[in-house]
């Protein structure tokens, strides 16, 4: 065996050791990618053209946008009360609220019933299809008190100016029941009992009841439409809804949604608020209504009590000719009309008390009556009952939205709570002293009776029958006037809340973004092929960059051979002006410094298998060195698949194997070629045991006696992956090779390599990469290549010269 010397490895004095670094070059990875560029750039312009596509038929959306000023009350005189009695009475109308009003679905039903949105017309265009809204060619009218079937699409072909023919386009359809409205049934393979009807006919089926009108439609047109129903628009709509406020501090809100269709969106956002404040507006009416209701109900009474009265009061006077009263019986008529006005003032403010006193312990629903009214001017008691009248309204607008577990409406049935406690203790109070008042004034009255008794007994009577006539008109005339400011109230009533701006859509689509949509096709055409590639490059098992090579190994990395683009097998002889004869004779020169001192060398090449090339390179080296006039013998060893005759055109009759199975000398089986100074010893025919017979002494003599014969000794071994032999002659060489191929070999087989040096003891062994034509951005490849300055071309060779970098990187593997 060759004496062993340190593994190169691990000596720091080896000049062609590569420092191991795990830095990203990004220039690599540019070279990588660039050589990709007519793909890359391929799915770019797809790209671009997918978003242009895209956005010539997308359908364009559009923004509505409004707004509404929402107006907190100023606080009343009880509502200051609540707040300095710590009850935490705040504005009721705070702008939370508003929002979760405006978007409720309630609301959203009121608008969709009123705009009659439950049939959608569309046409079909020769890629997208568009909705309808102006301008309907046909009307469809939906009998709802029918089941129907809703979600799908039906197909209206106008046939002449009186028919239609009507079918099934999209089966998507479930059945809308309008005894259960928010549960549907679904529904499988509709189908129409006939397809041709009359306008003005009544489509009668088992789940449809609907009637087409024509309006303008002409022979020949197409159209389609889609009945839903409203739980399920409204829901659409309520979530399609944006409500927000139009900054923290202002009271301002901005209602928006997007939609295809500018028209409808506006009449949608327009009726809503309409809806909205008509929903405000009702709720002030409410207490006027009351109020209006319950002057009613007592001028019901009073209305036949004043006829009574007034018919006897005239028949009195005509049966008995009294018309007139004496002056002192004018006088005490006068104090006792006046004590019965007040009588019948102060038993209607009492009839009120009770009536709100009973709505307070019974815990009663409906409508509060205001005491102003009728007449109560406790200033305290107006502003409770106004108060709690509100808060009622509030809690009604709040459950319409919310769930009775929400912190709104608990928080709001606080305020009801604590507002009825105070208005009990001031209507208990209220009662004590107007029956206190009336008991007085019937007392009052009563004295006023003996008065009455000294008159004659014409007079006594007709004051009797007069008192009760005046009585009943004045409470009526009250209860008229009354009434009459009630109605006066509701009819100046206004909204709290006012639209600021009405809806108005975009002049621009807010979808597709054309331009986001043109930027993200284009990236997506750069990423995908980017990720393609750097997806193709992570699952490669291939050795192709140079750089990953000399990390993975445990030698230097010595050189590496161009790919040989011409069909001689022996470009350094033939073509001594080629890349690859270039890259050899580089190869040459290294020689020196890792056998320095050396008159005869002996070179080994292997690989781990076959096809990477040592035969080639075995082949040029022992000819680049026979160049120099060095005299040279090339020597195939690999006995099972030999190759060096079929290159050098040479009969494989004999060779070493001939020598080592019989007596021949080694001189008797060399080979001339047709350099002078370079000799070959093939291997010869095939022998039955290859393995055995490079492992004799015999081998040993040979290459000895060669070695003094010769001054470079070339081994062509076969590969150590494969055979088991080959790890035998590292021992007679005094470098070794391990070829590898760019884009051919395994990355794994760099471990049989680093097994050699660790394992198995191989010293003075270095990496080879072979055929290389990938350029990974460090100047290998094709167009890399020296030039002599001859400017002519007269020795027959033709000059390479360094293309620039990004040359190079545009050019195709």
């Given at each position: 065996?060759?004496?062993?010397?340190?593994?190169p490895?691990?000596?720091?004095?080896?000049?062609?050791?590569?420092?191991?670094?795990?830095?990203?070059?990004?220039?690599?990875?540019?070279?990588?990618?660039?050589?990709?560029?007519?793909?890359?750039?391929a799915?770019?312009?797809?790209g671009?053209?997918?978003?242009?596509?895209?956005?010539?038929?997308?359908?364009?959306?559009?923004?509505?946008?409004a707004?509404?000023?929402?107006?907190d009350?100023?606080?009343?005189?009880?509502?200051?009360?609540f707040?300095?009695?710590?009850?935490?009475?705040?504005?009721?109308?705070?702008?939370?609220?508003?929002?979760?009003?405006?978007?409720?679905?309630?609301?959203?039903?009121?608008?969709?019933?009123?705009l009659?949105?439950?049939?959608?017309?569309?046409?079909?265009?020769?890629?997208?299809?568009?909705?309808?809204?102006?301008?309907?060619?046909?009307?469809?009218?939906?009998?709802?008190?029918?089941?129907?079937?809703?979600?799908?699409?039906?197909?209206?072909?106008?046939?002449?100016?009186?028919?239609?023919?009507?079918?099934?386009?999209?089966?998507?359809?479930?059945?809308?029941n309008?005894?259960?409205?928010?549960?549907k049934?679904?529904?499988?393979?509709?189908?129409?009992?006939?397809?041709?009807?009359?306008?003005?006919?009544?489509?009668?089926?088992?789940?449809?009841?609907?009637?087409?009108?024509?309006?303008?439609?002409?022979?020949?047109?197409?159209?389609?439409?889609?009945?839903?129903?409203?739980?399920?628009?409204?829901?659409k709509?309520?979530?399609?809804?944006t409500?927000?406020?139009?900054?923290?501090?202002?009271?301002?809100?901005?209602?928006?949604?997007?939609?295809?269709?500018?028209?409808?969106?506006?009449?949608?956002?327009?009726?809503?608020?309409?809806?909205?404040?008509?929903?405000?507006?009702?709720?002030?009416?409410?207490?006027?209504?009351?109020?209006?209701?319950?002057?009613?109900?007592?001028?019901?009474?009073?209305?036949?009590?004043?006829?009574?009265?007034?018919?006897?009061?005239?028949q009195?006077?005509?049966e008995?000719?009294?018309?007139?009263?004496?002056?002192?019986?004018?006088?005490?008529?006068?104090?006792?009309?006046?004590?019965?006005?007040?009588?019948?003032?102060?038993?209607?403010?009492?009839?009120?008390?009770?009536?709100?006193?009973?709505y307070?312990?019974?815990?009663?629903?409906?409508?509060?009556?205001?005491?102003?009214?009728?007449?109560?001017?406790?200033?305290?008691?107006?502003?409770?009952?106004?108060?709690?009248?509100?808060?009622?309204?509030?809690?009604?607008?709040?459950?319409?939205?919310?769930?009775?577990?929400?912190?709104?409406?608990?928080?709001?049935?606080?305020?009801?709570s604590?507002?009825?406690?105070?208005?009990?203790?001031?209507?208990?109070?209220?009662?004590?002293?107007?029956?206190n008042?009336?008991?007085?004034?019937?007392t009052?009255?009563?004295?006023?009776?003996?008065?009455?008794?000294?008159?004659?007994?014409?007079?006594?009577?007709l004051?009797?029958?007069?008192?009760?006539?005046?009585?009943?008109?004045?409470?009526?005339?009250?209860?008229?006037?009354?009434?009459?400011?009630?109605?006066?109230?509701?009819?100046?009533?206004?909204?709290?809340?006012?639209?600021?701006?009405?809806?108005?859509?975009?002049?621009?689509?807010?979808?597709?973004?054309?331009?986001?949509?043109?930027?993200?096709?284009?990236?997506?055409?750069?990423?995908?092929?980017?990720?393609?590639?750097?997806?193709?490059?992570?699952?490669?098992?291939?050795?192709?960059?140079?750089?990953?090579?000399?990390n993975?190994?445990?030698?230097?990395?010595?050189?590496?051979?161009?790919?040989?683009?011409?069909?001689?097998?022996?470009?350094?002889?033939?073509?001594?002006?080629?890349?690859?004869?270039?890259?050899?004779?580089?190869?040459r020169a290294?020689?020196?410094?890792?056998s320095?001192?050396?008159?005869?060398?002996t070179?080994?090449?292997?690989?781990?298998?076959?096809?990477?090339?040592?035969?080639?390179?075995?082949?040029?080296?022992?000819?680049?060195?026979?160049?120099?006039?060095?005299?040279?013998?090339?020597?195939?060893?690999?006995?099972?698949?030999?190759?060096?005759?079929?290159?050098?055109?040479?009969?494989?009759?004999?060779?070493?194997?001939?020598?080592?199975?019989?007596?021949t000398?080694?001189?008797?089986?060399?080979?001339?070629?047709?350099?002078?100074?370079?000799?070959?010893?093939?291997?010869?025919?095939?022998?039955?045991?290859?393995?055995?017979?490079?492992?004799?002494?015999?081998?040993?003599?040979?290459?000895?006696?060669?070695?003094?014969?010769?001054?470079?000794?070339?081994?062509?071994?076969?590969?150590?992956?494969?055979?088991?032999?080959?790890?035998?002659?590292?021992?007679?060489?005094d470098?070794?090779?391990f070829?590898?191929?760019?884009?051919?070999?395994?990355?794994?087989?760099?471990?049989?390599?680093?097994?050699l040096?660790e394992?198995?003891?191989?010293?003075?062994?270095?990496?080879?990469?072979?055929?290389?034509?990938i350029?990974?951005?460090?100047?290998?490849?094709?167009g890399?290549?020296?030039?002599?300055?001859?400017?002519?071309?007269?020795?027959?060779?033709?000059?390479?010269v360094?293309?620039?970098?990004?040359?190079?990187?545009?050019?195709?593997?």
């Open positions: 065996m060759y004496p062993n010397t340190p593994n490895s691990n000596s720091g004095q080896n000049p062609f050791m590569i420092q191991k670094e795990d830095e990203i070059d990004l220039k690599v990875l540019l070279f990588n990618y660039l050589q990709y560029w007519p793909v890359i750039l799915f770019m312009i797809l671009l053209l997918s978003a242009f596509l895209f956005n010539r038929y997308a359908t364009n959306i559009f923004k509505i946008e707004s509404v000023l929402v107006e009350d100023k606080p009343s005189l009880g509502m200051d009360l707040e300095t009695a710590g009850f935490g009475m705040q504005g009721k109308n705070n702008i939370e609220n508003e929002i979760g009003i405006l978007k409720s679905y309630s609301l959203a039903e009121e608008t969709i019933s009123e009659n949105l439950n049939v959608q017309y569309f046409h079909q265009g020769f890629v997208s299809t568009n909705q309808l809204y102006e301008k309907l060619p046909v009307i469809v009218t939906v009998d709802w008190d029918h089941p129907q079937w809703v979600g799908g699409m039906f197909s209206l072909e106008v046939l002449n100016e009186d028919s239609f023919e009507l079918i099934i386009e999209d089966d998507g359809f479930s059945v809308y309008p005894s259960d409205p928010f549960y049934s679904s529904l499988k393979d509709a189908k129409l009992k006939k397809s041709v009807y009359s306008f003005g006919e009544q489509i009668q089926e088992e789940g449809l009841s609907v009637k087409v009108n024509s309006i303008y439609a002409v022979p020949g047109e197409k159209v389609l439409f889609k009945i839903s129903d409203t739980p399920s628009l409204a829901l709509y309520k979530n399609e809804l409500v927000t406020p139009l900054n923290k501090q202002a009271s301002i809100l901005t209602l928006s949604v997007e939609t295809p269709v500018r028209r409808l969106g506006e009449d949608y956002i327009n009726k809503l608020m309409e809806m909205y404040l008509k929903r405000e507006l009702d709720e002030k009416n409410r207490a006027s209504q009351s109020t209006i209701r319950f002057i009613d109900q007592q001028l019901s009474g009073i209305s036949d009590s004043l006829e009574t009265s007034e018919n006897r009061l005239q009195y006077r005509s008995n000719n009294v018309f007139n009263l004496s002056q002192e019986g004018s006088v005490i008529f006068e104090r006792l009309q006046d004590l019965e006005r007040q009588k019948g003032e102060t038993e209607v403010s009492l009839k009120y008390y009770q009536t709100l006193n009973a307070l312990e019974n815990n009663q629903g409906g409508d509060l009556v205001a005491p102003s009214i009728i007449g109560v001017t406790d200033p305290l008691l107006n502003s409770l009952v106004s108060a709690l009248a509100e808060l009622q309204a509030e809690q009604i607008r709040l459950k319409s939205n919310y769930s009775d577990q929400a912190p709104a409406v608990r928080e709001n049935s606080t305020r009801i604590n507002t009825k406690k105070q208005l009990q203790e001031n209507v208990n109070l209220a009662l004590n002293n107007t029956q008042v009336l008991a007085d004034l019937k009052r009255i009563s004295l006023m009776q003996s008065d009455i008794n000294s008159l004659p007994k014409t007079e006594r009577d004051i009797g029958i007069q008192r009760k006539f005046n009585f009943n008109e004045n409470i009526y005339v009250y209860l008229l006037e009354k009434k009459a400011e009630a109605e006066i109230t509701m009819a100046s009533n206004m909204p709290k809340n006012t639209i600021l701006d009405y809806a108005k859509a975009s002049q621009t689509p807010v979808a597709p973004k054309r331009s986001l949509n043109l930027l993200i096709g284009l990236i997506l055409g750069l990423i995908l092929p980017i990720g393609f590639i750097t997806v193709k490059d992570f699952l490669n098992t291939k050795i192709e960059d140079p750089k990953e090579l000399e993975q190994i445990k030698v230097p990395l010595i050189g590496m051979i161009g790919r040989n683009n011409s069909e001689d097998v022996i470009p350094v002889m033939n073509n001594p002006r080629s890349t690859v004869t270039e890259s050899f004779r580089s190869l290294d020689m020196s410094y890792l320095p001192h050396r008159d005869n060398l070179i080994l090449f292997t690989s781990s298998i076959s096809g990477e090339g040592k035969t080639f390179v075995s082949i040029n080296v022992a000819s680049v060195y026979a160049l120099m006039g060095k005299k040279t013998l090339l020597i195939g060893l690999d006995l099972r698949k030999p190759k060096i005759a079929e290159d050098f055109g040479l009969v494989n009759d004999r060779g070493m194997s001939t020598c080592l199975s019989t007596d000398p080694w001189q008797d089986v060399v080979k001339a070629t047709d350099h002078k100074d370079m000799d070959v010893i093939l291997s010869g025919p095939i022998p039955p045991n290859p393995a055995e017979l490079l492992l004799q002494d015999k081998f040993g003599q040979i290459i000895k006696e060669i070695k003094e014969a010769y001054d470079v000794v070339i081994f062509d071994c076969p590969p150590v992956g494969l055979v088991s032999e080959t790890k035998e002659l590292f021992a007679f060489a470098i070794s090779f070829v590898f191929r760019q884009g051919y070999s395994m990355k794994g087989n760099t471990q049989i390599l680093n097994n040096v394992k198995g003891g191989v010293s003075k062994i270095y990496g080879l990469l072979n055929d290389v034509h350029d990974k951005g460090y100047g290998y490849g094709y890399y290549g020296y030039g002599y300055g001859y400017g002519n071309n007269s020795y027959g060779y033709h000059e390479e360094q293309l620039p970098w990004w040359k190079r990187a545009l050019r195709r593997k």
